[in-house]
């Protein structure tokens, strides 16, 4: 019995040890961040804290509950060599739960396909004061679901800043998705597929601000008390955007109890270039959450059998059409406090012979008006 009580409390110890297993990395003294990693028991707690700049590939692959924390200056930087496995990613999280990156930089090369991938069905993972800059930033894939609080992705090459990719989730909270000004074409926030739900966060000079398409879905909620803020804001000053938003192929764009504020979208040239486009049998819930002010383009265009609701929301001094409704798609205007103000643009409500905008009612100070079907309620007189 005593060997027994013996052997038991050497189990015990040996598990609390890997409960509370920490690790320290120097990447500047020549230590690796990698190789560090691939010595902890994977199914323990374990936290590493790293200084320095490590030029390595870093891989998390089927770990439970891991901390990587890096001190002032942290970085994580591709190395000049690219693996012969792709898609290339400097950090790679896979098939793992409960994973905490925290305090550091990732910098990739344009043959990156992303600066950090979590995927495999990963879940909890959480980034926290995270930066990346480089090749498409931030990439969820294969029904992974992240936390981004605090990240900052600058995008130098690539398309997308933030992918949700294969019904992966993300939420991110108090972001920054920005471009240099130079003349890439890069998208803020590409959603296929996926879903994300987004608070408090900026996406500044992208060509397509947000981009959602193959039956993917965006949500703007207050749904973190403890964010610093809750509004998204998509702010163009450089001139280069072509949509604000994008939303197509039987996808969706919900506005909650975040608002969406839109200024300086489109180009002068029109067409389809605006604030929000929503095409191709997909919708836009905004409620009174939508705020459009200013600019070259559109304000909404709603085409090829797809719906928006606004009830309340503004649209505001933009170059051509307010509200824009074509090719079989609709446009409701339910009774809003305030009401929906659609004032001040090019043309202010526009269909075409095969469109339909209701509730004329709800809607103020609409002035230019070019469409024949506009009915002043929800719907046609009811039986």
Known sequence: MLRSIALAAVVLSSMWASADSTAFVDCGAGQSLNSTIAKINKFASATVRFKGTC????????????TIKGLQGATIQQPATDPSTSP????????????????????????AFSGIGVGKGSTNVLLQNVSTEGSWGIVA?????AWLVQVNV?????????????????????GLLQRPADSAFHAG???????VTIQGTTIRDMQQSINVNDSGSVDLVNFDSTAAGVDVTIDNPAGTNLNGVIVSDSSSLNLGSAKLRISNAGQPYGGDS????????????????LFISGGPGQGVVVSNNS???????????VAHGGLVVLNLSTAGMDVGNPLTTISGNGTDLFCDSKSQIAGALNIANATTVQCNNLLPGQYENLP
Request: charged share 10%; no cysteine.
């Open 88 to 111: 290339i990613y400097v950090l790679s999280v896979k098939a793992s739960k409960g994973i905490t990156l925290s305090g550091f930089a990732v910098h990739s090369r344009p043959s």
């Open 307 to 317: 719906h928006v609701e606004l009830a309340g929301s503004s649209i505001t001094g």
């Open 274 to 289: 605006g604030a929000v486009l929503v095409s191709n049998g997909s919708t836009l819930n905004a409620g009174a959450s």
């Open 141 to 145: 894939y294969e029904a992974s679901q």
């Open 55 to 66: 030029t390595e590939y870093v891989v998390v692959d089927g770990f439970q509950n891991l």
């Open 154 to 174: 600058n995008i130098t090459s690539g398309y997308a800043a933030v992918s949700a990719f294969d019904k992966s989730d993300v939420h991110i909270v108090d």
């Open 189 to 195: 926030l590409l959603v296929s597929s996926g879903h």
